[in-house]
């Protein structure tokens, strides 16, 4: 892994110094056996650029996509309108948004909470679970 890294040291620095134009194929470049791209590592860390827009990046073996990272961790960029990206699990990225607290204000009506993963769950019942707390918003 440590050879792999040093290949992709440039890109990655680039990457997260913001220097990696938006449109790079480097985005892309898998840089371990887990398949985890460059653009992966850097939506873990929350440092995305603004107008980042290569969101269906997936790894091959789960079709985790960087928009999914990235709703693990923080609430996505205004606009963002890519909620149906969809794992091969069946798992949307507002799914991943909602089991982590991450979803924008929705309306109670949204069809998004109503989007079931490949094991029935929907988003409205994710966020009830992992959220239960907090409530839909009635807005």
Same mark, same amino acid.
């Given at each position: 892994m440590i050879e792999i890294l040093k290949y992709f040291r440039e890109p990655l620095r680039a990457a997260l110094t913001g220097e990696l134009p938006l449109d790079s194929r480097d985005w892309?470049?898998?840089?371990?056996?887990?398949?985890? #791209?460059? &653009? +992966?590592?850097? *939506?873990?860390?929350?440092? @995305? %650029?603004?107008?980042?827009?290569?969101?269906? $990046?997936a790894r091959a073996w789960s079709g985790w996509t960087v928009a999914h990272e990235l709703a693990a961790y923080q609430k996505m960029p205004e606009g963002f309108d890519q909620w149906d990206l969809v794992s091969l699990s069946g798992v #949307?990225? &507002? +799914?991943?948004? *909602?089991?982590?607290?991450? @979803? %924008?204000?929705?309306?109670?009506?949204?069809? $998004?909470?109503?989007?079931?993963?490949?094991?029935?769950?929907?988003?409205?019942?994710?966020?009830?679970?992992?959220?239960?707390?907090?409530?839909?918003?009635?807005?």
């Open positions: 892309a470049c898998v840089v371990d056996n887990n398949d985890t #791209t460059i &653009a +992966h590592i850097v *939506a873990a860390l929350c440092m @995305l %650029p603004k107008g980042f827009f290569q969101w269906s $990046i #949307t990225v &507002a +799914h991943v948004a *909602a089991r982590w607290g991450n @979803l %924008p204000e929705l309306d109670a009506n949204s069809p $998004i909470w109503n989007w079931a993963d490949d094991n029935g769950e929907t988003v409205r019942e994710c966020y009830m679970r992992w959220n239960n707390e907090k409530r839909v918003n009635r807005g």
